[in-house]
């Protein structure tokens, strides 16, 4: 099984719908974030959390919102779905005793917004 | 300008050969460099990161960094097929964390049999 699991993995919905996409990790990692992945952009920050109480907006985080239910949950919810919305959407933890910075990403979730 | 850029590719170099895969950066506080693959459909995974001005190897791979150029590569010795996939240059603020790590497009390599 994976140590960072994303759900759903794709989804298809309509403009103006919520969404939320869960991640749930068993690293034990104090450090979640969540990503968008769009062609010829590389990855965007969306938000991150470095512990339950812990929540910042990344450089992308308009129409966005999350919640940390727990250390080893961090979802990710768009209040009212657009088309621009439509992207692969990636959840990553790290470890900040490790001291490398290295992020450890779930498998993806497609989200596509007609 | 962005803050990281790599050439788009493809990148298409034979079996055997080495692949050079470059990337700059536009902010001179970057303190630590990495270099994530990325398989088609999958999650990127890293493969090497790199602190100090140097070469640092691992196997068939070598991380190259210069700071004062504001350049960092990755050479990929002996390619292989399997090693098509497209590679994701990341630089970031701190060596802890994540927070700033700022990703560049990437650049698509394909090895040919």
């Known amino acids: 099984d994976a140590d960072v699991t994303q759900t759903p993995r794709n989804r298809i919905t309509k403009t103006g719908k919520r969404i939320m996409l869960e991640c749930s990790q068993t690293k034990g990692h104090d450090r979640m974030y969540w990503y968008r992945q769009d062609p010829g952009l590389g990855l965007r920050l969306i938000y991150y959390?470095?512990?339950?109480?812990?929540?910042n907006k990344g450089e992308i985080s308009d129409g966005y919102s999350v919640s940390r239910q727990a250390q080893a949950k961090f979802s990710l919810s768009l209040e009212s779905a657009i088309p621009n919305q439509t992207a692969l959407y990636f959840c990553?933890?790290?470890?900040?005793?490790?001291?490398?910075?290295?992020?450890?990403f779930g498998e993806g979730s497609r989200l596509t917004v007609l | 300008q962005k803050e990281v850029e790599q050439n788009s590719g493809p990148l298409s170099v034979p079996e055997g050969a080495i692949a050079s895969l470059n990337c700059t950066y536009s902010d001179r506080g970057s303190q630590s460099f990495f270099w994530y693959r990325q398989y088609s459909g999958k999650s990127p995974e890293l493969i090497m990161f790199i602190y100090s001005n140097g070469d640092k190897e691992d196997g068939r791979f070598t991380a190259q960094l210069n700071k004062a150029s504001q350049y960092v590569s990755l050479l990929i010795r002996d390619s292989q097929p399997s090693d098509s996939a497209t590679y994701l240059c990341?630089?970031?603020?701190?060596?802890?964390?994540?927070?700033?790590?700022?990703f560049g497009a990437g650049t698509r390599l394909f090895v040919k049999a």
């Open positions: 959390s470095f512990d339950v109480k812990d929540i």
């Open positions: 990341a630089v970031n603020r701190g060596n802890t964390g994540g927070f700033k790590t700022i």
């Open positions: 990553a933890t790290s470890d900040n005793s490790l001291n490398t910075g290295e992020l450890f």
